[in-house]
């Protein structure tokens, strides 16, 4: 059974860089047949899509964010990262991280179970 | 981008009822690359449907996806307790992904 967790600060101050990881554990990251994503949820909100990365190196970014995005992979630690600099009140979510199969099949079959960041204003 | 306007925002209904949810695209969307997530408070999303109508795994039969185009539709078929709870479409034929503003569906 594969689990993904998060990981990370709680509290960013503003204008700092926000920064999680995520640890998959029940299947090796590596194995090339998904895409991980990182997905974000303000209280009370909906939810937007910030990015996903394959293991191959390639990645994509919502346009809304890619100017202060990366998304980065450590195989040796079965782990992926966020970094969103420049953070604002408008950051603060809970910030899941997500799998996505490679052929499109199907998106988000296994979600971490989320971590709340806070951006005070 | 795609943008996905779910209707209606809240649905109360009895449990043994059913529920049907709809989302519409602002363009069209392959069927093949549509879904549906399930969110209860405090939890990650769930993925309920997947290319528009195929159940991801575990999912109760109750729940049906259909739709093609811009249109896609969502069914609970008599509601358990458990289904209330809020809903999201989503679609991944483009980026960036896109969802829906969701759906709760609440008791009556």
């Known amino acids: 059974q594969v689990q993904l967790q998060e990981s990370g600060p709680g509290l960013v101050k503003p204008s700092q860089t926000l920064s999680l990881t995520c640890t998959v554990s029940g299947g090796s990251i590596s194995s090339g047949s998904y895409y991980w994503s990182w997905i974000r949820q303000p209280a009370g909100k909906g939810l937007e899509w910030i990015g996903r990365i394959h293991t191959g190196g390639s990645t994509n970014y919502n346009p809304s964010l890619k100017s202060r995005v990366t998304i980065s992979v450590d195989t040796s630690k079965n782990q992926f990262s966020l970094k969103l600099s420049s953070a604002t009140a408008a950051d603060t979510a809970v910030y899941y991280c997500?799998?996505?199969?490679?052929?499109?099949?199907?998106?988000?079959?296994?979600w971490g179970q989320g971590t709340l960041v806070t951006v005070p204003s | 981008e795609i943008v996905l306007t779910q209707s209606p925002g809240t649905l109360s209904l009895s449990p043994g009822e059913r529920a049907t949810l709809s989302c519409r695209a602002s363009?069209?969307?392959?069927?093949?690359?549509f879904a549906w997530y399930q969110q209860k408070p405090g939890q990650a999303p769930r993925l309920l449907i997947y290319g528009a109508s195929s159940r991801a795994t575990g999912i109760p039969d109750r729940f049906s996806g259909s739709g093609s185009g811009t249109d896609f539709t969502l069914t609970i078929n008599r509601l358990e307790p458990e289904d209330f709870a809020v809903y999201y479409c989503?679609?991944?034929?483009?980026?960036?992904?896109?969802f829906g503003q969701g759906t709760k569906v609440e008791i009556k």
């Open positions: 997500a799998r996505a199969d490679l052929s499109g099949s199907y998106e988000f079959d296994y």
């Open positions: 363009q069209s969307v392959s069927s093949s690359y």
């Open positions: 989503q679609q991944y034929g483009s980026s960036p992904r896109t």
